[in-house]
């Protein structure tokens, strides 16, 4: 049998039956992993806390047709603390989510893995970040990361930097108009790439944070401030940017919104 030995996040869990359960796992080299965790549930299994959901540890798998064995593991990062906060949970299984959706099997992707790894370490210890920094940046990163990076540098119509707040963003060309273009446009009253219209207004603030977010090292993704009126521009703006790249949403998200008491109103 094949044997592979990784490192591997989990991702997703699907019980089945008293003791079993059935794994999805991001892994750096080899993508997103179907794992079969036979027995995990047991208490008497040394694999069981290695095989709950949000956990990253080192992995000895066998392969059989269909799927992967788990032969050894080795926890070595639960994110513990966000077990104790139902709106962390719900927030880490979204971000699992929005992975496993990006993700590829057998196909390797470190970055991703790093972000999802940075963002439940922020999750799981910083508690200066606010769960909607945590989770604009996230959405708007892992778009980025995805293949979804827009044209950030200047206008993408006129190629100048901005003058003043009044900038929109268009969604689906992955560009913004300054607020000399946006006039034109609105005057003609077309939108000139006839693709579906999805546009957000933000402002300078805003595309600064944009501009950080999609550039600074993973390890430093999350390390800028906004004012709060600011964050919710991005807030809205970073959700509405991964939705509609990946052209989906998720019960997830619909859930950690549902349960969310003091957090922003995405609607
Ligand atoms: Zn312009």
Redesign the pocket.
């Known amino acids: 049998m094949e044997e592979l030995k990784t490192m591997a996040l989990v991702i997703n869990e699907k019980q089945i039956g008293e003791a079993d359960k059935l794994l999805t796992m991001l892994t750096p080299e080899h993508g997103r992993l179907v794992v079969s965790g036979k027995g995990v549930q047991s208490l008497r299994s040394r694999h069981m806390a290695s095989c709950q959901l949000f956990c990253y540890s080192n992995f000895v798998f066998r392969k059989s047709k269909k799927y992967y064995y788990i032969s050894d593991s080795d926890t070595e990062e639960c994110f513990f603390n966000i077990r104790f906060d139902i709106e962390k949970v719900a927030l880490a299984t979204y971000m699992c989510d929005v992975a496993c959706d990006l993700a590829l099997e057998d196909v390797g992707d470190p970055e991703l893995l790093r972000l999802m790894l940075n963002s439940l370490y922020a999750l799981s210890t910083k508690k200066n970040l606010s769960l909607d920094h945590i989770k604009a940046a996230f959405e708007f990163r892992a778009a980025v990361q995805g293949g979804f990076m827009p044209i950030l540098d200047s206008?993408?119509?006129?190629?100048?930097e901005?003058i003043d707040d009044n900038i929109v963003f268009d969604v689906m060309n992955g560009m913004f108009?300054?607020s000399?273009?946006t006039r034109l446009v609105s005057k003609e009253g077309i939108d000139p790439s006839g693709t579906a219209e999805i546009y957000h207004k933000i402002n300078r603030t805003v595309l600064t944070a944009l501009r950080f977010i999609a550039t600074a090292p993973i390890t430093k993704f999350l390390s800028f401030s906004i004012p709060a009126e600011d964050m919710e521009l991005l807030a809205r703006f970073a959700e509405s940017y991964l939705l509609s790249h990946l052209e989906h949403s998720f019960s997830s998200l619909k859930y950690f919104k549902d349960i969310r008491i003091n957090g922003i109103d995405y609607e």
Not at 155 to 160: A, D, E, N
Request: hydrophobic share 10%.
């Open positions: 206008c993408g119509v006129c190629g100048k901005p108009r300054c000399e273009c």
